[in-house]
């Protein structure tokens, strides 16, 4: 009996993963656009906060830096949908990230000085490795076209580089 | 006045060509990676940083003998006046990297 319910429990587990699998399959380009660009945008809008509200200088080095390179990739996915006549398309992984996203900034905006530049530090890492994960898993190999494959795989390798800045600025803050 | 403008022309030509023996080499970055490094160069050569990629970039040396900073679409000429081996990187994105050999 217990062996039954062993494998029906990893048989439910696989489903699932394949039905996970087969709905990240299903995403289409402009859903894939979207994703990358609010995932941009996300990252913008924390960088901001932290040039608002922090006084560290490697911090706000750290995220003139963020604001600067994910405004450049988004102005180029604009430019990039807009040549291919592509709408990019909410859909419930946008929803999420953005819904994640506004709840980090309001508890954020509560803190200041250390505590703020520390929360900020740490969420950019996991930040950055979530949406590692999600291009090298999901949104590159799902891309169909070339030229948003190409610019995702461009986005996933200056993702590394920020994680890694973060990762470096997050120790500091230790 | 057209023999004056050629006069000029001609002095120009005479100054630049002792440089003839000093080269430029173009140093391209793309996709946050520093393109390949010439194998040689001596002081008196030129590298002509080219950043064709989409971020803002630096040229930075190790030791601080360098540092260059490079817009998205410059091109920076950087004469080379020491010899050494310099490791270098982009200082907003450490990753990236790159190492330059100047003989004297």
């Not at chain 1, 039905?19 to 996300?42: E, F």
């Not at chain 1, 430019?79 to 309001?106: E, G, I």
């Not at chain 2, 940083?49 to 490079?70: G, M, P, R, Y």
């Amino acid at each position: 009996m217990l062996k039954f319910l062993a494998s029906a429990a990893a048989a439910a587990a696989l489903v699932s993963a394949g039905a996970a699998h087969a709905q990240a399959a299903k995403l289409n380009d402009a859903q894939i656009a979207h994703i990358a660009y609010t995932a941009g945008n996300i990252d913008i809008a924390a960088g901001k906060q932290a040039l608002a509200k922090s006084k560290d200088k490697a911090v706000r080095e750290f995220a003139s830096e963020m604001v600067r390179d994910h405004t450049a990739v988004n102005d180029k996915a604009l430019a990039l949908v807009k040549k291919l006549h592509v709408t990019p398309q909410d859909n419930p992984t946008s929803q999420a990230l953005s819904k994640d996203a506004k709840a980090k900034l309001d508890s954020y905006a509560k803190l200041n000085g250390k505590a703020f530049d520390k929360a900020y530090a740490d969420n950019e890492v996991a930040y950055h490795k979530t949406v590692n994960g999600a291009l090298e898993t999901q949104l590159i190999p799902g891309a169909q076209n070339a030229e948003l494959k190409s610019l995702l795989e461009t986005g996933l390798k200056l993702f590394k580089e920020h994680q890694a800045h973060a990762e470096h600025l997050a120790a500091t803050l230790k | 006045m057209v023999l004056l403008v050629g006069a000029a022309a001609l002095a120009a030509v005479s100054a630049c060509s002792p440089a003839s023996t000093q080269k430029t080499y173009v140093v391209t970055l793309k996709d946050l990676m520093f393109g390949p490094t010439p194998p040689e160069t001596h002081v008196g050569d030129t590298i002509e940083w080219v950043n064709d990629d989409l971020f803002l970039h630096s040229a930075t040396a190790q030791d601080k003998s360098f540092d260059v900073e490079l817009k998205p679409g410059a091109r920076v000429a950087m004469p080379l006046t020491k010899a050494g081996a310099f490791d270098f990187f982009c200082k907003y994105h450490p990753g990236m990297k790159g190492r330059l050999v100047v003989s004297p």
